[in-house]
């Protein structure tokens, strides 16, 4: 009787457990994020699995006068539906009831801040997929939104938790580098004022991630190629970020008194582990980037956006 009892009583923490999964919302079916995304959540178990959440319900969005966007928005919709079964809402606000979290997807910036404010009044907590938004004042818009909505959100490259990052903050943290530079691909989008959000938000937030926040002051040269902007940071040391135009390869270097550490030509780099610490946020948690530290990177991008536009003059960030 008494392991009756036992087996009863565990009965509904066990279905309560398997119920567990946080149901997510996408808002944006225009970016193979979505795909890569949902194959980790909703997959079959494997390396790239990702345990507690799937993808329930999906809001397609796009914009017309961006080519990655209007080209792919239908496409990614109906693979969303046909081969994992996601329902596609008309509106926004229609996730509200389906979905315990949300990713805001969307590939353009500029939709990010109108969607957000549509999100929040779901009172769910937000993942704000690359680029935050496309101007230093859209990001801190969506900022004051959240505050005052009293939801959590945050943003991220997944290039935090590549091999690239985490092979060399060992080395950055250790309190004797001078200076760090990241590298990596920086093509231009026209609809985007801040022109390093677009994709060079990649290797500026690897810099981040292996500075920290402090920056204050911003230069910038801009060529045919490629675009070098310096940052200098508060306690003296130097960050810089390569953003090139043509080729496809991300790296890092740390530079100390005695020693520059490198990071593998052959760095390995997934959205898992980006997905994975998205789980206890949305859950409940802090998110693993502070929004603070990712409103400075947008100040870093419009700073060298004035600099540029002041043919590199240096420029305090705002």
Not at 261 to 285: C, H, N, Q, V, W
Request: proline share 8%; net charge neutral.
């Amino acid at each position: 009787m008494p392991v009756m009892k036992a087996l009863l009583f565990l009965a509904p923490l066990a279905a309560a457990a398997f119920a567990a999964d946080v149901r997510l919302g996408m808002i944006g079916t225009d970016t193979s994020h979505v795909i890569a995304f949902t194959q980790a959540f909703n997959g079959p178990p494997g390396p790239d699995h990702v345990d507690g959440a799937k993808v329930v319900a999906a809001y397609k969005g796009g914009s017309p006068d961006v080519e990655s966007s209007h080209t792919r928005v239908d496409k990614y919709a109906e693979e969303l539906q046909s081969k994992w079964n996601i329902e596609i809402v008309p509106r926004i606000g229609d996730l509200c009831s389906k979905v315990d979290a949300i990713l805001l997807e969307s590939v353009d910036g500029r939709a990010h801040l109108p969607q957000f404010r549509e999100a929040v009044k779901c009172g769910k907590p937000v993942f704000i997929d690359k680029p935050l938004a496309a101007t230093l004042e859209d990001a801190r818009e969506i900022a004051a939104i959240a505050k005052k909505a009293n939801v959590k959100w945050f943003s991220a490259s997944s290039l935090r938790w590549s091999e690239i990052a985490t092979s060399l903050k060992p080395k950055a943290d250790a309190g004797d580098a001078t200076a760090i530079t990241t590298w990596g691909p920086g093509p231009f989008e026209p609809h985007h004022y801040l022109d390093l959000s677009w994709y060079a938000i990649h290797p500026v937030e690897l810099l981040y991630t292996l500075m920290g926040p402090g920056c204050v002051e911003v230069s910038r040269i801009s060529g045919a190629d490629a675009d070098v902007v310096v940052g200098k940071w508060k306690d003296g040391r130097i960050g810089t970020v390569h953003a090139l135009r043509k080729g496809y390869s991300y790296g890092a270097a740390v530079f100390k008194a005695k020693e520059t550490a490198i990071s593998p030509p052959d760095a390995k780099s997934s959205y898992t582990p980006m997905l994975r610490e998205l789980i206890p946020f949305l859950k409940g948690g802090p998110p693993p980037v502070p929004n603070d530290e990712t409103l400075e990177i947008f100040a870093f991008m419009d700073a060298a956006q004035k600099s540029k536009e002041q043919g590199g003059k240096p420029t305090r960030l705002r």
